[in-house]
């Protein structure tokens, strides 16, 4: 570094640090330092490679955090997986990328209080993210496309691709099922998605078939600008305030090579360190909840409540079932030391084979069958009924009754997706079996109304922070999440899907074998486990919700501090959340530069 003074300071080189530093760099005047507490690893061939993804869960690359022992499910303590490394966790994610549905940002401004954050101003801003692949005309029917006409408008920095196997069965195969029951979208998701089936996009480039990730597509390409500077292996541990009136960010402290350095800035710093540790970062810096503060030996620099509160995550359970045997899935992979050595060679001579795959392939926001008339209707009216939230004035009260009007819309409405679908070629939360091939069907609960906290556990800054999303929490989301895992036992008995499963059907765990809604629900209390989407927890909301930032991202009580991470996102998104994240941070870059009146 020539200087230790710059107009902005970004607090994590994650996926959403890197796309605002990227953007804020474009105006040559301005210098931007980056601070990042992973290396940069993303020439490693764990990192490129997309089957490597599920190698990377508990390595270096990963933070390694676990949440407090869940009582609801069974006691456990769940892996929640976010990347230390540059990139973030882009750069150990499986890939997924998916739309959210419309409707779910359109609540952030009706619902929520912020204005100028609906559908149709962010959709522009998924499109300057990411390229929507070319695709081959005569490709479309087996990739399950057919009948979209592409997405145009979507040429951003990040590259995708429809992975693997391009002659996979499971993609036509899920696309007819979807078919025959009326949810089969026949068109792109990210131009007009909200219902139905779908083949996912993966950020895999399709030339060089690797990972792509914030580092590859926002970091490497500009990372000869004079003016954007990042530094690895640098842990931040606190902001620093000036000490007049509304509190101005005047630099950071950070730790580099065993020594704490400062460094200030002209104009603001940026938080984009991730849902668990944007409030760790703020709390550590005298930022949130007073009492917290001032049990951990923290002075108190302003007050607010809502710091580490209002976590989200989804779920996710699965079905792992005997797949015929000419179906080409992950187990050999995992079974075969050969295969995985031949694997390999194919992808680095020839970029084919199984490592071509991170194994999730299609996906379907779907309603819940049962809920649309008769019985199944009345038993949803109850449930909603039944657990209906306080009413009140308190900041907690008013924001759970909006969380809970919004689900309560959601569910109502038939052309609206209470859960995700998905599919997976391989083994998933068990062992695979010797000499069998397996297919396996998950479920995530779309709008989990359960809220957790993550907070500091000491003034301690190297500590881990304390992680209680309080999973299922909300009784309503057992019994919804129950009947999505449910409906897994009706996909895998339509056809065609089921012709891809060996009959009589096998479930490897007979414990997944869902007969009603009471074996559902123990299946879920069970198996479920965390898909890694956390958020919310330094939420985007009116202070009268306990909200941290306002709808220009600016933290409460600050002129120059802004959150851009998930962190700042107040509505879980229908599956996977590293689309909206990164078109979130597409809109945060705009925001700052109009703010600025920067190139």
């Excluded at 809920?371 to 039944?386: A, F, P, T, V, Y």
Aim: glycine share 8%.
């Amino acid at each position: 570094m020539s200087s230790d003074t710059y107009d902005f300071v970004v607090v994590g080189g994650g996926t959403a640090g890197l796309v605002v530093a990227a953007r804020l760099s474009e105006d040559p005047s301005q210098r931007v330092l980056v601070l990042e507490a992973g290396a940069d690893l993303n020439s490693d061939p764990r990192i490129k490679t997309p089957a490597s993804w599920v190698s990377l869960q508990g390595s270096d690359v990963d933070w390694g955090f676990r949440t407090e022992e869940q009582p609801l499910l069974g006691g456990r303590s769940i892996g929640v997986s976010q990347g230390k490394i540059l990139g973030g966790s882009s750069s150990v994610n499986a890939q997924v990328f998916v739309p959210c549905n419309p409707a779910v940002i359109d609540h952030w401004s009706s619902s929520l209080g912020n204005n100028g954050w609906d559908w149709e101003t962010l959709r522009p801003y998924y499109a300057k993210a990411y390229t929507s692949p070319p695709v081959d005309d005569s490709l479309a029917e087996t990739l399950g496309i057919d009948g979209w006409t592409g997405n145009s408008s979507a040429h951003g920095p990040l590259l995708t691709s429809f992975p693997g196997n391009s002659s996979h069965p499971i993609r036509k195969t899920w696309a007819d099922t979807f078919r025959a029951n009326g949810y089969y979208q026949i068109q792109d998701p990210f131009i007009d998605g909200s219902l139905g089936s779908f083949s996912c996009l993966a950020t895999v480039d399709p030339v060089t078939k690797e990972r792509t990730s914030a580092a590859t597509a926002y970091y490497d390409p500009n990372k000869t600008r004079k003016n954007l500077h990042v530094l690895t292996n640098a842990t931040v541990k606190r902001i620093q305030f000036d000490s007049e009136g509304q509190k101005k960010a005047t630099g950071v402290i950070y730790s580099y090579n065993g020594e704490d350095r400062e460094v200030t800035c002209s104009k603001e710093v940026i938080l984009a360190a991730g849902a668990l540790q944007s409030p760790k970062v703020l709390e550590l810096s005298g930022v949130g909840n007073v009492k917290l503060l001032e049990n951990h030996g923290i002075e108190p620099i302003i007050d607010l409540p809502g710091v580490g509160e209002n976590l989200f995550d989804h779920l996710v359970d699965t079905i792992s079932f005997g797949a015929v045997d000419d179906l080409e899935t992950l187990d050999p992979l995992i079974l075969d030391p050969s295969v995985g050595e031949q694997a390999a060679k194919d992808f680095v001579e020839r970029r084919t084979g199984l490592l071509t795959s991170m194994g999730v392939y299609t996906y379907a926001y779907l309603p819940i069958m049962e809920h649309i008339s008769g019985e199944g209707r009345e038993r949803l009216n109850k449930l909603l009924q039944d657990n209906r939230p306080t009413p009140g004035d308190e900041p907690d009260q008013i924001r759970a009754q909006a969380y809970y009007k919004i689900a309560e819309t959601n569910l109502l409405d038939p052309k609206q997706a209470s859960g995700a679908h998905l599919s997976f070629i391989g083994p998933w939360g068990g062992p695979p079996e010797p000499n069998s091939k397996t297919l396996t069907l998950c479920a995530m609960l779309s709008q989990p109304l359960s809220r957790g906290s993550v907070h500091i556990g000491s003034k301690d800054t190297s500590a881990a922070p304390i992680v209680n999303p309080n999973y299922l929490s909300n009784p309503l989301d057992l019994d919804l999440f129950a009947e999505h895992m449910l409906y897994i036992e009706t996909l895998a008995r339509s056809p065609p899907l089921t012709d891809l499963l060996k009959h009589p059907i096998v479930h490897r765990d007979p414990a997944s074998n869902l007969t009603d809604l009471e074996t559902a629900r123990k299946w879920v209390q069970k198996s479920s486990n965390s898909m890694w989407h956390l958020g919310g927890s330094c939420a985007m909301l009116p202070k009268k919700m306990n909200g941290v930032v306002d709808s220009t991202l600016k933290v409460y009580g600050t002129t120059n501090l802004r959150i851009v991470d998930s962190s700042a996102i107040p509505l879980i998104s229908t599956a996977n959340l590293q689309s909206t994240v990164f078109a979130f941070a597409e809109r945060a870059a705009d925001l700052i530069k109009e703010a600025w009146s920067l190139k």
